[in-house]
């Protein structure tokens, strides 16, 4: 059949997947088709992306079955199901598997149902996620918290609420693509600063201010950034945003729970609790669901939020189940316990670093939970993947739009559970796979398709 997979022998067929096609383009070059027939024009893309699942390079859209652990069941990309070590989850201190988590869930699943039935600005509020806007604000030392269904709609709810069309946006390049679209859609007025480049900030700032002594500023960043690893100097953000009147929001969507003391995050770590003028994040990194949350010191700023920001006003609130699993997790991040799991996760980190450092492979940023390899080649990182896919190692390809062209890595996210066995054996097949990955034929470039 047309789409059926091609058998692969890693040993012999690296030439013959070279010449095939499936290595050359990118999503770039089918982002805005063209044509009259919105239902149709879309017809090359799919094709490409059949031709590179036919070839077993399209690691996207697989299956996970059973829980995101580290040793994980997944199947897809040509692939039949089978268990491998997982670096592709999202779940940095392990709490999805952990007991008290998945009782909290049971428990409230039986209390309350499965559905929160409203929006939050109606009733879709239960008394979890009412305890959870309280201890999430406690943990940041906020005055407010502010829930959201999806991380991805609290960032975009809270650029597009609080930013009007005369306003300004300065934001990090590298920023999350949330966070870049809520400033699109919320003004024109939108500039890019180099990627951690306070000077460059401060530069755009103060050209800001020099023709606009009346439109708000809000400047983006992250804690930790998710396709480098790297974090701000958060301090100094604060205080050019204090010099020209801005408003500093800092995404911890990959931090919180998972890094600094108490798991206060980089915000904690730089000793900026308290001090920084918005904090959003999502929970779908360490707090094992689905959600996010937008905190803050002002009661008007709340209320703005909850009035203006769509995804909260009219998208149905967090179930009680998500709630319920998030505030448990908060709860054990906060605790004993949690300060053990994120010195099990960054003994991890900073042994894979070291691995695969000996492996003569480069890993981008500082360590944390992920670990980004780069590759560079769109076609190496595809041929990489694929390779570790057939060793059992699952890790997520990152190419354009995830990362700008020419960038391609693969991004390792790592767990408080990964054994120092499943490192040592994951760092082994990593080398290898990049290796051969780097050394394999370019692709052949054909007629409007790039390497």
């Not at 306003?167 to 390049?173: A, G, N, R, S």
């Not at 992250?222 to 100097?233: I, K, N, R």
């Not at 691995?355 to 981008?364: F, H, I, K, M, V």
Request: glycine fraction near 10%; aromatic fraction near 4%; charge should be neutral.
């Amino acid at each position: 059949m047309l789409n059926e997979p091609i058998p692969f022998d890693p040993a012999h067929d690296l030439d013959a997947l070279a010449a095939s096609g499936a290595l050359g383009g990118n999503v770039a070059l089918y982002r805005q088709p063209r044509g009259p027939d919105l239902l149709r024009r879309a017809a090359p893309l799919e094709d490409w992306c059949a031709l590179r699942m036919r070839h077993g390079v399209w690691p996207y859209a697989r299956l996970l079955s059973g829980p995101p652990g580290p040793l994980a069941t997944v199947e897809g990309d040509g692939l039949a199901a089978a268990q491998g070590i997982n670096f592709a989850s999202q779940d940095y201190l392990s709490l999805a598997a952990h007991p008290r988590v998945l009782d909290a869930a049971m428990r409230v699943l039986a209390e309350c149902g499965p559905h929160s039935a409203g929006s939050a600005i109606l009733l879709g509020n239960s008394r979890y996620s009412a305890a959870l806007e309280q201890e999430l604000a406690t943990l940041l030392r906020c005055q407010h918290a502010v829930l959201f269904p999806t991380g991805w709609g609290a960032a975009f709810g809270a650029v597009t609420s609080l930013v009007h069309s005369a306003d300004h946006v300065l934001i990090d390049t590298l920023a999350h693509a949330s966070l870049r679209q809520g400033a699109a859609a919320a003004t024109r007025n939108v500039a890019a600063f180099r990627h951690l480049d306070c000077d460059h900030l401060r530069e755009l700032l103060a050209g800001i201010r020099a023709v606009d002594a009346n439109g708000a500023i809000l400047v983006v960043t992250e804690g930790l950034f998710s396709m480098d690893a790297d974090s701000p100097d958060l301090p100094l953000m604060q205080y050019l945003c204090r010099e020209y009147g801005a408003t500093l929001l800092v995404d911890v969507a990959h931090d919180l729970g998972a890094m600094g003391p108490g798991g206060a995050g980089v915000i904690g770590a730089q000793g900026m609790l308290g001090k920084i003028d918005i904090v959003m994040g999502a929970f779908s990194k360490t707090f094992a669901s689905n959600g996010g949350f937008v905190a803050c010191n002002e009661r008007s700023v709340r209320r703005q939020l909850q009035l203006f920001a769509g995804p909260h006003m009219f998208s149905n609130a967090l179930s009680p189940v998500q709630a319920a699993t998030v505030l448990e997790c908060l709860r054990i991040v906060t605790a004993p316990e949690g300060e053990q799991l994120r010195a099990d996760l960054m003994r991890n980190a900073v042994e894979l670093r070291a691995l695969l450092q000996e492996e003569g492979l480069r890993c981008l940023g500082e360590a944390s939970p992920i670990v980004p390899l780069l590759l560079g080649s769109e076609a190496a990182t595809r041929i990489a993947g694929m390779l570790l896919a057939r060793e059992q190692v699952f890790v997520n390809p990152m190419e354009f739009p995830g990362v700008p062209l020419g960038a391609a890595r693969l991004r390792l996210q790592l767990m408080a559970r990964h054994t120092p066995a499943q490192i040592r054996r994951a760092a082994t097949l990593l080398g290898t796979a990049a290796r051969r990955a780097l050394a394999a034929p370019r692709p052949l470039l054909r007629r409007g398709a790039a390497a």
